[in-house]
């Protein structure tokens, strides 16, 4: 079996007791004859233990440790961004503003406890939110009613600033919950396009959560209400 082992980087600290293997996401402990940690499940997320009373996430380790051999997704290859929480304002290729303030490690299948090398991603966190499903109880993502008794679709992006400052959001209403969540998909593909252009605009949809529909409705069908 391959094996690539590290020292352990954590909020920007390396930690030469410890050593990573990118291949298992295994951690030894150098200071104890390389024994392994064990992870344990807490908040849905694996996370270590360490005798230095640090409690990193195996995802979070794995990130930080090999950052050059993970994959990276459309944003953070674009602008050559670093795993972190620093603060960078860029101009997409449309002119519009993009307020960056964190790059972080996803899960790509969303399984939080497969930190396999494979399944993890370095993301901004707006395509982090992009990626993410309807909020819990929820059928639909960026559903809402409004107080007439319609469904409102909208897609709100309070970090892309237009040339007036002014954040970016579509907001359209429809009779039926599955009409507005249909619609929502295509909303999202013109948004994504319109910010970010024909190039990233693309690569951007295909990597954001489309609702799924049960019940298929026809556009022909759609009445938008404003």
């Known amino acids: 079996m391959e094996s690539l082992r590290r020292p352990v980087v954590y ?3 390396t930690y030469p007791e410890y050593e990573m293997d990118f291949y298992t996401s295994q951690v ?43 994959s990276k997704s459309p944003l953070v290859s674009h602008y050559d961004l670093k795993i972190g929480q620093d603060r960078h304002e860029l101009k997409t290729p449309m002119g519009f503003t993009f307020l960056c303030n964190m790059v972080c490690p ?12 494979t399944n993890i991603m370095l993301v901004t966190q707006h395509e982090n939110l992009l990626k993410c499903g309807p909020m819990m109880g929820k059928k639909y993502k960026c559903m809402t009613k409004t107080r007439y008794g319609t469904d409102r679709a909208r897609v709100k992006w309070q970090n892309i600033l237009d ?23 295509k909303m999202l593909e013109e948004a994504l396009l319109t910010v970010w252009g024909p190039d990233l605009g693309p690569k951007m949809y295909d990597f954001a959560y489309k609702n799924v529909i049960e019940t298929p409705v026809e556009e022909l069908r759609f009445r938008i209400y404003g």
């Open 106 to 117: 996803d899960h790509i299948d969303n399984n939080r406890i497969n930190n396999h090398h």
């Open 28 to 70: 030894y402990s150098v200071r104890y004859n390389d024994k392994v940690l064990k992870p344990r499940l807490r908040s849905s997320y694996l996370h270590f233990h360490m005798s230095n009373g640090l409690n990193p996430g195996e995802h979070q380790f794995l990130a930080e440790t090999f950052p050059d051999l993970l």
């Open 11 to 13: 909020q920007g600290v």
């Open 163 to 185: 040339k007036n400052g002014k954040e970016f959001c579509i907001s359209k209403t429809f009779k039926t919950e599955e009409e507005a969540a249909l619609r929502y998909n």
